[in-house]
């Protein structure tokens, strides 16, 4: 395990792999779930950029609002920098995994591209069938 992560930092370091911190976040849900008392929670790993709390997001047809961010190790914490697995409290309703997850810039930009995307499944689902 060792010489593998020595080897991924290695090519890293060759190829100038970075992600810019000092932008918007942009991610990826690896899970989604609802949990009591807390409402929809869904662990992000975040790519690009730093996710703050109070950052409003887009993922899929959903959007929501940081509340809260917990790291891997159960604590809770006020930023996640790029690479970084954590749990987001804040979504209106559940993310699929897979889904893309971006930081815009206020809440009128989140709910257009979230309603654009409910209208886009919902065609795609009256086609399907």
């Known amino acids: 395990l060792e010489k593998l992560e020595e080897a991924i930092h290695l090519q890293a370091d060759l190829l100038n792999l970075k992600a810019n911190p000092n932008r918007g976040a942009r991610g990826v849900i690896i899970e989604s779930k609802l949990e009591k008392g807390r409402g929809s929670v869904a662990t992000v790993l975040v790519q690009k950029g730093t996710l703050k709390i109070s950052d409003i997001f887009v993922s899929g047809a959903e959007w929501g609002k940081v509340k809260a961010l917990i790291n891997d190790k159960g604590q809770n914490i006020k930023e996640a920098s790029p690479s ?46």
Do not use: H, W
Request: charged share 30%.
């Open 84 to 129: 970084m697995p954590v749990e987001v409290l804040g979504f209106d309703s559940n993310p699929l995994a897979g889904d893309d997850f971006i930081v815009v810039e206020n809440e009128a930009i989140a709910r257009k591209i979230a309603e654009y995307r409910t209208s886009k499944i919902q065609i795609q689902k009256k086609y399907c069938f």
